[in-house]
C-alpha cells in the first residue's frame, strides 16, 4: 500500500512541472508573437512616411525649379519685348539718342539668337545715320565754300565799280585831254584809262 501511494505523490509532482511550461508558452505566444508583429508595423509605416516626405520634397523642388523657369523665360521675353520695342522707335527716328536706348535695351537680352538679330537691326540703322552725318558734313562745307566764293566775288565786283566810278570821274575823250591833264600815258588800272586811248591795247594809253 505504501508502494501505490509514492506512485500516485510522483505523478502528481509531473504534472504540477507542466503547469509553468504551459503558462510560459501561452505567454510567448501571446506577447512575443504580437510585440514582433508591432514592431514590423511600425518599421513599415516609418518607412512609408520617410517614402511619402521625400516624394513630396522631391515634388516641391521639381514645383520650385519649374517656377523659376518659367518666371525667367517670362523675364526673357519681356526683355526682348523691350528690346524689340525699342528698335522700332529707333527705325522711325534714326537719332543718336535712340540708337544708344535701344543698345542699352538689348544689352540685357540673355538669348544670344535674339540679341544678335537685334544687333543686326541696330547696326543697319547706325550705318543710315552715319550716312546722313557725312553727307551733311559735306552739304555744309560746300555751302560755306559758296559762301565764301559768293563773297569774293562780291568783293571783286565792288573793287571792279569803284574802279569804274573812278575812272569816269576822270574821263578823258582823247589823248590831248589826257596830256592837257597831265596824265598821260594813262595804264590800265588807273582813274580815265580807257580802250579808246590805248589803241594797241597794251594796258597804255596814251603812250606816244
Given at each position: 500500500m505504501a508502494k501505490v501511494k509514492g506512485k500516485k505523490k510522483k505523478e502528481s509532482g509531473c504534472f504540477g512541472c507542466l503547469g509553468p511550461l504551459l503558462v510560459a508558452g501561452v505567454a510567448v505566444t501571446l506577447f512575443g508573437?504580437?510585440?514582433e508583429s508591432k514592431d514590423e508595423t511600425t518599421s513599415s509605416?516609418?518607412?512609408?512616411?520617410?517614402?511619402?516626405?521625400?516624394?513630396s520634397s522631391q515634388?516641391?523642388?521639381a514645383d520650385y525649379k519649374q517656377k523659376q523657369e518659367e518666371a525667367k523665360k517670362a523675364e526673357e521675353e519681356r526683355l526682348i519685348s523691350e528690346?524689340?520695342?525699342?528698335?522700332?522707335t529707333l527705325e522711325n527716328d534714326q537719332t543718336l539718342e535712340n540708337l544708344q536706348s535701344a543698345q542699352d535695351a538689348i544689352n540685357k537680352i540673355t538669348?544670344?539668337?535674339q540679341r544678335a538679330n537685334f544687333q543686326s537691326r541696330?547696326?543697319?540703322?547706325?550705318?543710315?545715320?552715319?550716312?546722313r552725318?557725312?553727307?551733311?558734313?559735306?552739304?555744309?562745307?560746300?555751302?560755306?565754300?559758296?559762301?565764301?566764293e559768293a563773297q569774293r566775288q562780291a568783293e571783286i565786283a565792288a573793287q571792279q565799280a569803284a574802279q569804274q566810278a573812278e575812272n569816269q570821274s576822270a574821263y578823258y575823250p582823247n589823248?590831248?585831254?589826257?596830256?592837257?591833264?597831265?596824265?598821260?600815258?594813262?595804264?590800265?588800272g588807273q582813274p580815265g584809262y580807257g580802250k579808246h586811248l590805248d589803241r594797241d591795247g597794251d594796258g597804255v594809253g596814251c603812250e606816244k
Amino acid at each position: 500500500m505504501a508502494k501505490v501511494k509514492g506512485k500516485k505523490k510522483k505523478e502528481s509532482g509531473c504534472f504540477g512541472c507542466l503547469g509553468p511550461l504551459l503558462v510560459a508558452g501561452v505567454a510567448v505566444t501571446l506577447f512575443g508573437g504580437n510585440g514582433e508583429s508591432k514592431d514590423e508595423t511600425t518599421s513599415s509605416s516609418s518607412k512609408t512616411k520617410v517614402e511619402q516626405v521625400s516624394s513630396s520634397s522631391q515634388a516641391l523642388a521639381a514645383d520650385y525649379k519649374q517656377k523659376q523657369e518659367e518666371a525667367k523665360k517670362a523675364e526673357e521675353e519681356r526683355l526682348i519685348s523691350e528690346g524689340d520695342q525699342a528698335i522700332q522707335t529707333l527705325e522711325n527716328d534714326q537719332t543718336l539718342e535712340n540708337l544708344q536706348s535701344a543698345q542699352d535695351a538689348i544689352n540685357k537680352i540673355t538669348n544670344d539668337e535674339q540679341r544678335a538679330n537685334f544687333q543686326s537691326r541696330i547696326e543697319s540703322v547706325e550705318k543710315n545715320i552715319a550716312q546722313r552725318a557725312e553727307e551733311a558734313r559735306q552739304a555744309e562745307e560746300a555751302r560755306i565754300a559758296a559762301e565764301q566764293e559768293a563773297q569774293r566775288q562780291a568783293e571783286i565786283a565792288a573793287q571792279q565799280a569803284a574802279q569804274q566810278a573812278e575812272n569816269q570821274s576822270a574821263y578823258y575823250p582823247n589823248c590831248s585831254a589826257a596830256k592837257a591833264a597831265g596824265a598821260a600815258p594813262v595804264y590800265q588800272g588807273q582813274p580815265g584809262y580807257g580802250k579808246h586811248l590805248d589803241r594797241d591795247g597794251d594796258g597804255v594809253g596814251c603812250e606816244k
